[in-house]
């Protein structure tokens, strides 16, 4: 029965091996722009994985166009980005070196605080000329010309392009994969997906070679999700329709599982760190290619977060300094009391054990908050 409902079927260990052992892989247009949103430790990464592919990669014609269309723009939102993230910070510093209003950080707290937001603000003014830079000298552009030389695949004729839009229009209206999602686009920008599929198509059919489609377009059209929001491979009918046209089999991953699965294949090592930014960074611009500030406004939030967290603490170990003082006093003023009375009195008495206990409570809860406050400040790098 399975060969009846292979889009059903998941594939197991075997067919993933032969898959990275002979199959070609193709990139989406996505996967080349999010090279620009990547650190240079994870674009660096990414590169050298697709390298070891070199003698059995494509890029589909209509991959390589967007690509050389968006590039200039995707540059210059990721650089307004880093402009807008630097403002945020200049405001936070401004508001902790306020005087006048919350949040009040002790002394040392707070030049180490601003030593940290002056090499943050340094090191994003680096990150701001870099990109600047690539308008006149794009060095990932160049990088990426030289792999796909000689690898990009299908360009149709002026009359192919019009058959397929003419078909394409058919399939969105009755929801055939790939490309429905994108129908409400402008012309000719919502047949981008077709397209490429076709030109995947025509590649296998030519040579007989299965394909592993590399993509962080996370929309229906392309993935079966489950009810849980979970990718769980491919659609069922792009399975079927390259079995059916081409005779070979059909993957697809996304840059997060084409790295975890590539490092394991060449055995190299997985970093935790590259992986977490290649999910974000897919996450993110999964269906879009505007509203780069989305990446670096999560990574501040985050990071604005811990900050709050710190004021909060600092705060609160501020307030048990004061608390233990007042006991202190108290317990004092108790035994100055006892001490003046020629019998004991059982409530000053039962007080003072109460000051006793409250203030060795507030010593050790005291200490807690100091570590807490350390663990916080080590990690945003103090």
Same mark, same amino acid.
């Given at each position: 029965m399975r060969e009846l409902f292979i889009g059903y079927h998941k594939k197991d260990k075997e067919e993933i091996k032969s898959l990275w052992d002979d199959g070609v892989f193709a990139f989406d247009t996505n996967v080349l722009l999010n090279l620009y949103r990547y650190s240079d430790e994870t674009k660096t990464t990414i590169i050298r994985l697709i390298e070891k592919l070199s003698h059995r990669m494509i890029l589909p014609h209509q991959a390589a166009f967007e690509y050389n269309n968006r590039r200039i723009d995707v540059i210059y939102d990721i650089n307004s980005g880093y402009k807008e993230f630097l403002k945020r910070i200049e405001s936070i510093q401004e508001e902790i070196n306020s005087q006048s209003k919350i949040p009040f950080l002790s002394g040392t707290i707070n030049t180490e605080f601003n030593t940290v937001l002056s090499k943050v603000t340094e090191d994003i003014n680096r990150i701001i000329k870099k990109y600047e830079s $690539?308008?006149?000298?794009?060095h990932i552009y160049n990088e990426i010309s030289e792999l796909f030389s000689g690898k990009v695949v299908g #360009?149709? @004729?002026n009359d192919r392009l019009d058959e397929l839009y003419k078909e394409a229009e058919k399939r969105f209206k009755l929801h055939i994969p790939p490309g429905y999602a994108d129908a409400a686009k402008p012309i000719p920008n919502r047949y981008g997906d077709f397209l490429i599929w076709m030109q995947l198509i025509d590649f296998a059919s030519e040579n007989k070679k299965n394909i592993v489609f590399i993509s962080d377009d996370k929309k229906e059209d392309w993935w079966w999700n489950l009810k849980d929001k979970r990718i769980f491979g491919p659609r069922q009918e792009l399975i079927e329709e390259m079995k059916e046209k081409a005779n070979v089999?059909?993957?697809? $991953?996304? @840059?997060m599982n084409f790295y975890r699965h590539g490092q394991k294949h060449f055995k190299l090592v997985i970093d935790d760190k590259a992986l977490k930014e290649i999910e974000l960074t897919g996450t993110t611009y999964s269906a879009s290619w505007s509203s780069p500030v989305a990446v670096q406004t999560e990574i501040f939030d985050e990071q604005n977060s811990k900050n709050e967290k710190i004021y909060s603490t600092n705060e609160e170990i501020q307030f048990l300094k004061t608390r233990t003082k007042e006991l202190q006093k108290e317990m004092i003023d108790l035994a100055e009391l006892m001490a003046q009375s020629d019998t004991t009195d059982k409530n000053l008495l039962e007080n003072w054990k109460l000051a006793g206990?409250?203030?060795? $409570?507030? #010593?050790?809860?005291?200490? #807690?908050k100091r570590q807490e406050l350390i663990g916080r400040l080590k990690s945003i790098g103090i």
């Open positions: $690539y308008v006149d000298i794009d #360009k149709f @004729s089999n059909f993957h697809m $991953y996304t @840059s206990e409250e203030l060795k $409570y507030l #010593k050790d809860l005291a200490d #807690k």
